[in-house]
């Protein structure tokens, strides 16, 4: 009933700031947990930031805290990760990922095997 396809990677230097986009159709995204995860190659894929539906929680990796920031557009079924000083080990496939049945809209989701809903990547690569 969701699809999403993501948009926005590229081929950038170290130091430079992207922001990816996730346009889900189908569906409106309100009451829908989302997430944003990455895969290098020859790694597990990562969680990278997550947000409830309603924004009252937001959470992010280690590795990109401070730098990356998550955001939605209801209205435009839309969810945004900003990345900003983009290093060299942030080289990945970038996916965006909803989930479902979050009744109350307070929690955000790390584990890949919770979300419902995928799209088929975006590329960032980063040279230093």
């Known amino acids: 009933q969701v699809q999403l396809v993501e948009s926005g990677g590229g081929l950038v230097q170290a130091g430079d700031s992207l922001r990816l986009s996730c346009a889900a159709s189908?569906?409106?995204?309100?009451?829908?947990?989302v997430g944003w995860f990455r895969q290098a190659p020859g790694k597990e894929r990562e969680f990278v930031a997550g947000s409830s539906w309603s924004m009252y929680n937001t959470g992010y990796s280690d590795s990109v805290k401070g730098r990356f920031t998550i955001s939605r557009d209801n209205a435009k079924k839309t969810v945004y990760l900003q990345m900003n000083s983009l290093k060299p080990e942030d080289t990945a496939d970038y996916y965006c990922?909803?989930?479902?049945?979050?009744?109350?809209?307070?929690?955000?989701?790390?584990?890949?095997?919770?979300?419902?809903?995928w799209g088929q990547g975006t590329q960032v690569i980063v040279s230093s």
């Open positions: 189908g569906r409106t995204l309100s009451y829908y947990a």
């Open positions: 990922a909803a989930k479902t049945g979050d009744a109350f809209g307070l929690r955000y989701y790390t584990a890949p095997h919770e979300y419902d809903y």
